[in-house]
């Protein structure tokens, strides 16, 4: 199948005509509507300088149900002992630059570019794009993550960890408050070890599709997240 060139107008080819890699789409820009309008399509950028913006729709698609989030034993441990102070919203930046400055395996680079950056920080100033701070008991920022919600979907960008099980706490909060708010589906886009052994799963693309537009049936204002501390992340044990 071709690689659709976008051009100035705020239009995305349908999903299922991405390759089989799920490469839909090269081109076009990271305004905040052309961001919105990819996500509400199941599509999101992902790309390295100096490449030109890249477009994917994977299929499978890796999800994840605010209820079926899976907690260790050790994981139970970690969050009754408040390891980690965590918050929403407090220091976007911070994290975005965190997750940008990670490194991976068998990756050069970052594909959190600065325009990227720059782009997602636009979307949170909008009350689109939410981050996830974990800080240890000196008040340092050592894990967080941050991602997208519109509707009742919420989609997963990057995470980082300085300190052992500090993203791992710091998703498992989001989860629990994301399933207190009634959304009904994550996004976490693409297959990996760590997010598979919290409870993420592999679907095809066209049953993610009904699931996504199912979720952005109920619409939200965007605004700042609070974290709620009343909220038990944990049953309460007798």
């Not at 149900?65 to 929403?88: A, C, D, N, Y």
């Not at 220091?91 to 680079?109: L, N, S, T």
Request: charged share 20%.
């Amino acid at each position: 199948m071709p690689i659709y060139a976008l051009s100035n107008i705020l239009l995305f080819p349908p999903c299922e005509l991405a390759e089989e890699d799920g490469l839909l789409a090269v081109g076009g820009d990271l305004s905040p509507e052309r961001l919105l309008l990819a996500y509400q399509n199941g599509i999101f950028p992902w790309y390295s300088h100096p490449d030109p913006i890249l477009w994917w729709a994977p299929d499978p698609r890796f999800i994840m149900l605010p209820e079926g989030i899976k907690i260790s034993k050790s994981m139970k441990q970690v969050l009754r002992r408040h390891t980690f102070t965590i918050t929403f919203d407090q220091d976007f930046p911070a994290v975005i630059k965190a997750c940008q400055r990670r490194k991976r395996p068998q990756q050069v680079g970052t594909w959190i570019t600065e325009e990227m950056r720059i782009a997602y920080e636009q979307l949170h100033e909008q009350g689109w794009a939410h981050s996830v701070e974990v800080w240890n008991k000196e008040g340092k920022l050592v894990g967080g993550l941050y991602g997208i919600a519109i509707g009742n979907y919420y989609s997963g960008e990057s995470m980082f960890a300085l300190e052992s099980n500090a993203s791992k706490a710091g998703y498992i909060t989001l989860v629990k408050h994301l399933q207190a708010w009634n959304y009904q589906l994550i996004d976490c886009q693409i297959h990996t070890p760590h997010l598979e052994s919290l409870g993420a799963y592999e679907i095809p693309r066209h049953e993610f599709m009904y699931m996504l537009q199912k979720a952005l049936y109920q619409k939200r204002k965007p605004s700042k997240w609070q974290l709620d501390p009343q909220l038990p992340i944990l049953p309460v044990t007798k």
